[in-house]
């Protein structure tokens, strides 16, 4: 992958057999460059959430490839995560900080709020994610704009992340002007993820 276009970061479906998904997973990141994956799980049952979460460190940390955790902070040390991804803007960027240390990737979702992003990005932020980035019938959220992203990459140092909704035609208008692009569903659903994922690729350049 060049270094001027957006690295990937893959988000897993809400809800997966772990045995039938590992291989799924193995072949998207042996077909491209992966900067990181994000457990995005909608389960609450902990045994069930740490079994996966071993399941997908392990292929994950066999390529190199850095593994956060949705909101489960207790979960990261527990199973050799990588780090942890918030869902709610800047509120617990301190506290999973000091629960995780510096070592630790701490990222959020700040939905299309610029207060909210630099907010986590004064609170010890790695990364912040805006989005939805296309038009979508979950929730009621606006679409994070270009401009947010264009003004964010100007004046922020904090790697900014793209997510929701993407499409080609969307990674084509803000490849320039976002750090990561976020794709979860976006390739999950198609029958052949990693060509889906290439699709998207070959879009940002």
């Known amino acids: 992958m060049a270094e001027d276009l957006?690295?990937?970061?893959?988000?897993?479906?809400?809800?997966?057999?772990?045995?039938?998904?590992a291989p799924k997973l193995a072949s998207v990141?042996?077909?491209?460059?992966?900067?990181?994956?994000?457990?995005?799980l909608a389960?609450?049952?902990?045994?069930?959430i740490g079994r996966i979460a071993d399941a997908m460190r392990e292929v994950a940390h066999a390529r190199d490839v850095a593994l956060v955790i949705e909101s489960h902070v207790a979960l990261v040390e527990?199973?050799?995560?990588?780090?942890?991804?918030?869902?709610?803007?800047?509120?617990?960027?301190?506290?999973?900080?000091?629960?995780?240390?510096?070592?630790?990737?701490?990222?959020?979702?700040?939905?299309?709020?610029?207060?909210e992003g630099m907010?986590?990005?004064e609170a010890g932020a790695d990364y912040v994610c805006f989005g939805p980035i296309g038009e979508t019938n979950l929730g009621?959220?606006?679409?994070?704009?270009?401009?947010?992203?264009a003004w964010w990459s100007e004046v922020i140092e904090v790697p900014v992340v793209a997510e929701g909704a993407l499409t080609e035609?969307?990674?084509?208008?803000f490849a320039p002007v976002t750090d990561?692009?976020?794709?979860?569903?976006?390739?999950?659903?198609?029958?052949?993820?990693?060509?889906?994922?290439?699709?998207?690729?070959?879009?940002?350049?």
């Open 180 to 205: 990561w692009f976020a794709f979860g569903d976006e390739v999950w659903r198609e029958d052949d993820p990693a060509a889906a994922l290439g699709r998207f690729i070959k879009a940002m350049s």
């Open 78 to 115: 527990r199973h050799g995560l990588d780090g942890v991804h918030f869902i709610d803007g800047a509120k617990q960027i301190r506290y999973g900080r000091k629960e995780l240390g510096d070592d630790a990737i701490v990222g959020s979702f700040c939905g299309n709020s610029r207060h």
């Open 119 to 121: 907010n986590a990005g």
């Open 43 to 48: 389960s609450r049952d902990e045994y069930e």
């Open 29 to 40: 990141l042996d077909a491209h460059e992966i900067a990181c994956i994000r457990l995005s």
């Open 140 to 149: 009621t959220a606006e679409p994070a704009e270009h401009e947010l992203f």
């Open 6 to 21: 957006p690295q990937i970061y893959l988000i897993t479906p809400p809800a997966f057999d772990a045995e039938e998904f």
């Open 169 to 173: 035609e969307l990674v084509t208008k």
